[in-house]
């Protein structure tokens, strides 16, 4: 199958992948309208919060979305993805509806980004074995998550919007029962959208992977990922790549505030902006040759979100944050598809839950020193100061990483070559 059948619209998709793309699209919308006005913007704006506080209130997010990925690993693996997904939906959904109704303050929001990083961390690993439960092959499964991709990521650009709208009307609050609404929708979409394909399951007296508890789910998934040199590499790429990007989660609100002197709708605004360059990004994705999809085009597209970061941050002139926030979309709407897709062509179907979920744990997690550091340098040096030398990290890692491999495989063809 080429690249314009693999980029097929929506009429090529089954019932079931339309749903994923469904839940996929409302979460998103939800959750990034929460993240940047509900969360972060109430601390921000409302509460008048420093980095510290903004730093906290991630730091809890950003632990417990990383715990999450290591346990809804092993669930997934037991129970499959739509069941893990419906129970994770409905305590975000009780979650949203109570933080709609009471005022914001530091208790309520902990409570929130407590929640908001467990429910997010398990529905993203969801999503992302998801497909391999629907359909086989790289032509299906580069279809489907480029377009689920493009489609979230339309999503993820109109969550803000309507956040942003919210909020310049109402008290900032409101925004979590905007949240409420889309997760109800989530909620029905999954309902039916069942897993079609199934993993081969051993004989239960000869099975050791029942012991499927978070520990030994997360351990397995790390064994089988440090013994793969394409996840390996997939991992440590990411893992280091992401450790800048803790910096942006305490000190991204401070920027638009003191530097850019916007108030919180441009946070929506700006955000909105990224995911518009995504969605552009993850269509493009759904043309290219499916041979391109490798891990070369994951660094290069790491180099570009990092080359986008720097011009994001660069300034204090708004038009060229937005040019930034554009291009550094544009490479995430590449780079997200293509990580998914190569860890679920290299993991095998019975782990593709724990791998995945370690992967996860592994992104995630790498912005957590940041967290605890970023509000002492940003003191030292400056917001502005540290977020840029945080997005020169991200360019480094991708074109160093690139660039390395390269040379590994140039020496291995000579040395092929010689014998």
Partial sequence: MDSVARGGHMGSLTQSEKRLIALESLQWCAVNAVYFLGLIGAATYELGGDAFLVAAITLVRNLCNSLANAASGPVIDR?????????????????????GIVPPS??????AATMMGLGGGSINTCTRTYPVYLTRGRAQLARLNGLMVFYSNIAYAAGPIAGGVLAGFFPTRVVFLFMAVCLVGAILVTWDCRETVMPEREDSGERKDDKLGMVSGVIEGARITMRTHDLRLIFVSGFLGFFAFGAFDSLESLFYRDVLAVDVVWMGILSAISGFGMAIGSYVFTKIPERKIDIPLL?????????GSMVYVGTNVLAIAIVGQFINGLAWGFMEPTQAILVQERTPMTHIGRVMGFVRLGLNSAGVVPLAVAPFLAAAFGVQEVLFGASCIIALVGASTYLMRRASMRRAAREEASC
Avoid: E
């Avoid at 129970?79 to 933080?99: D, E, N, Q, W, Y």
């Avoid at 530091?106 to 409570?111: H, S």
């Avoid at 660094?299 to 080359?307: D, N, P, S």
């Fill in 79 to 99: 129970i499959g993805p739509r069941k893990t997904a419906l129970v994770t939906l409905f305590a975000m959904l009780a979650m949203s509806v109570f933080m």
């Fill in 106 to 111: 530091v208790p309520t929001l902990i409570f």
């Fill in 299 to 307: 660094l290069v597209t790491l180099t570009f979100v990092g080359v």
